[in-house]
């Protein structure tokens, strides 16, 4: 900074001391050092306008922002306990076990038309062979000369092939029945299993869903709440900027009523006062610095919080969608 220049080229040393310096010297030098200082205010008011105008409406925004996701805090936890109710955790259960019992069905259902085919096949199977082997006796009785045993395996044989006929006609039956009836009872079950299912996954999804939003809902206002206080703690700099600026203005009020003495001021006593002056300036510049570093660390905490905050909403927005989607599916 120019101040601190013009006041760190002014040595305490006996060498300055035996200097011989005019009053219009001391004018030159008051002039520059005011000059610089007036410059030094010029930018620290320039700071403290931004400061005003842009942090106060932050800090605004911020406030309305926090209330709005208390709102959403609240809605959050309706959210939760919505999903984690125990009505709703029990209906899922006895949903569970609904889709346990339509498998059971499905499994008889199957099971059922597989044993009816099977026991059709083998007495189908069966009478075949005895209406083959009543025939071959009915041939072999007549050969022998016993006509009416050769009639009676004819009747039974005839009979047996009437048997075959009927249960064929059943089997037929059992095919259609099958058809309309099971193959379509066990693609609807089919059906129903699948969306039990996806409503079981959707809802684990959601009851994981809920608790990593109460999770992001709570850190989203611990970040807006350490926000505020970065904003509040900004506000202070901005209050030790003022100061300083304040200093500034009172030193060179000094200088120019030490300037406007110089013409009656006895020499010695002027370097003395400008002695003291690199001291002053060095105060002033350490000040600034220390505003600046704490102004720095205020801006790079407020950056990530609000990086933070946009992330957090952002999955907040996402979630809001994915719960409208299971609430409506």
Known sequence: MDTIYIFESIKINKRFFRMKINCKDYDSIISNITAAFYGVNVKINDLLLFMESDFVKLSKDIRNYYEQVKIVS???????????????????????????RVSEIKTFCNELYSFLHQG????????KNLHTKFNKLAIFTE??????????????SEKLNNVQSEITEITDHIEKVKTMVIDELIQKIDALNGQIQL???????????????????????????KLIINIQYHDIIRQKMEHIAAANEDTVDNLQRFSSTLEHSDELECKKYMAIL????KIHRNKIEYSKDECEQALNSIMSELKQILEDTTYLSVFRIDFYNYLFY
């Open 74 to 100: 609240d809605g959050s936890r309706q959210v939760s306990d919505k999903i984690l109710d125990g009505g709703g955790v029990e209906f899922f259960k006895i949903l569970k076990q609904s889709n346990d």
């Open 120 to 127: 059709l096949d083998d007495i189908q199977h069966n009478t």
């Open 143 to 156: 050969e022998s000369g016993n006509t009416e045993f050769a009639n009676a395996y004819r009747d039974l």
């Open 199 to 225: 409503q079981e996954f959707e809802h684990e999804r959601a009851l994981d869903n809920a608790k990593y939003l109460d999770e992001k809902v709570i850190n989203c206002i611990d970040n807006i709440e």
């Open 278 to 281: 690199p001291m002053v300036a």
